[in-house]
């Protein structure tokens, strides 16, 4: 089964610091890839999501991730954090074309981002 | 704007009650899930539905089961609850032609004592 790993559970960083929230995924075959944040008892709400074309993706809220095909990665990064990106990230990963389990998104455990005045 | 909604926010029910979970989606999509959430362990399928009356296990289906009679509606079903099934419950669903990306309902608190 496919494997999604988040490297760092927690990642607190100061107000208008850049941070890298790192993701890894298993799979061998052809990928989709997508971020969700989750805000305080909230569901999940779409960041980013890379399909094919440009391996740089660019998402809501400033944030961007960049797909490595080579390293099987999708680490998500923004220039410059404000209070207000406190929360929960998730990456996910879907295999474009196996069977049974097409359109399955398997997820990383999630990394919580603070982020201190 | 696809919009995925959940019948509670906030559940509370006795060790041994049947619970049902309702989940609802106004996109026309065909493939709708079931996950629950706990932290530290992340998102983990219970269920996930491709048709009307279809249904696959996800990785945790054990003390549950789902019914998916009309497309735009997927039931989480506990046939007896019990206390480790205390969690946050997530629906989702999802669409082919946006490479499946996964719509989120704002969850379900559920409490079982």
């Known amino acids: 089964a496919q494997s999604v790993t988040q490297l760092d559970s927690q990642v607190p960083v100061f107000e208008e610091a850049p941070v890298e929230l790192r993701c890894n995924y298993s799979s061998s075959v052809s990928v989709y890839l997508f971020w969700y944040v989750q805000y305080p008892n909230q569901g999940l709400q779409l960041l980013l999501k890379y399909l094919s074309g440009s391996t740089l993706v660019k998402g809501i809220n400033g944030f961007e991730a960049e797909f490595n095909k080579s390293q099987t990665s999708f680490h998500l990064r923004k220039p410059s954090v404000h209070i207000s990106d406190t929360a929960e990230y ?28 | ?14 060790t041994g009650e049947k619970v049902f979970l309702e989940c609802v989606q106004d996109m026309d999509h065909e ?18 539905s491709y048709d009307v009356k279809m249904k696959e296990k996800g990785d945790i289906p054990e003390g549950y089961s789902v019914s998916r009679e009309k497309k735009e509606r997927f039931s989480l079903i506990l046939e007896s609850a019990s206390t480790n099934q205390t969690s946050m419950y997530l629906c989702a669903s999802s669409v082919r032609d946006r490479g499946y990306e996964q719509y989120f309902g704002p969850g379900t608190r559920l409490t079982v004592t």
């Open chain 1, 90 to 117: 998730f990456c996910a990963v879907s295999e474009t074309s196996r069977g049974s389990t097409l359109g399955r998104l398997y997820f990383g455990r999630g990394t919580q981002l603070t982020v201190w005045p």
């Open chain 2, 1 to 14: 704007d696809v919009k995925v909604t959940q019948s509670s926010r906030y559940l509370v029910k006795r």
């Open chain 2, 31 to 48: 493939n709708m899930f079931w996950y629950r959430q706990d932290p530290g362990l992340g998102l983990r399928l219970i269920y996930f």
